[in-house]
């Protein structure tokens, strides 16, 4: 008789064990319904993913959690190449508060990033004085598209920011915990008034 008790306390138990899984998994299903980022707690989000810089040391983007993140595809040779100034100046005005501004060459748009690593690297520093943070040459678009790319272009983790990038120096901020918080085209330069805002908001959420 205990042994029969027993055994039917583990099957309670077993079962709402099992429920709890389900309903999680509902939970997560709905979420992405909706077309809204799915960040569920401890996800790092946007932060999950190790990339390389561009001196080819990994870089995990969980170390800037609890910082804003300033995600931009960058190209030497484009018409929009002079934003690296903006973008190194809206660097100094913000880093000290926590602003992060990530530059990633990419050779998606009219082959206007062709160079290497080295290269890219000379350029920007001597040209623009770049001092923020530069990773290795991706792809950001296409069936070769970075995964973090995916992260921040598809739905549902992109949310109403979902859509391919049309061009070079699109700009993704990413909050302190990793959701995807505003999008800004090429046209949108780094010292629009519409962008400070927006990193005005993120900031404030890292107090």
């Known amino acids: 008789m205990r042994i029969a008790r027993y055994l039917g306390a583990l099957v309670v138990v077993c079962g709402v064990v099992l429920l709890g899984s389900v309903n999680r998994r509902g939970a997560a299903r709905a979420d992405a319904a909706t077309g809204e980022p799915t960040t569920q707690p401890g996800d790092a989000g946007a932060l999950g993913f190790v990339v390389k810089d561009i001196d ?34 809206l660097y100094e005005k913000y880093k000290d508060r926590g602003l992060v501004v990530v530059g990633f060459p990419a050779n998606n748009f ?76 090429s046209k949108v330069e780094p010292e629009d008034p519409q962008l400070a805002a927006a990193i005005e908001k993120a900031l404030a959420e890292t107090r």
């Open 56 to 89: 080819g040391r990994d870089v995990d983007l969980r170390n800037f959690r609890g910082k804003p993140l300033l995600i931009v595809n960058v190209a030497s040779r484009c018409g929009y190449t002079r934003q690296y100034a903006g973008l190194e100046k």
């Open 110 to 185: 009219g082959g206007q990033e062709p160079g290497s690593e080295a290269e890219i690297k000379t350029f920007c520093t001597e040209k623009f004085g770049v001092t923020f943070p530069m990773m290795s040459k991706i792809s950001v678009k296409g069936a070769d598209k970075h995964p973090l790319y995916h992260y921040l272009t598809e739905p549902p983790t992109a949310g109403p920011f979902a859509g391919e990038i049309g061009w070079n120096f699109t700009k993704f901020l990413v909050g302190p915990d990793g959701r995807v918080q505003a999008r800004f085209n």
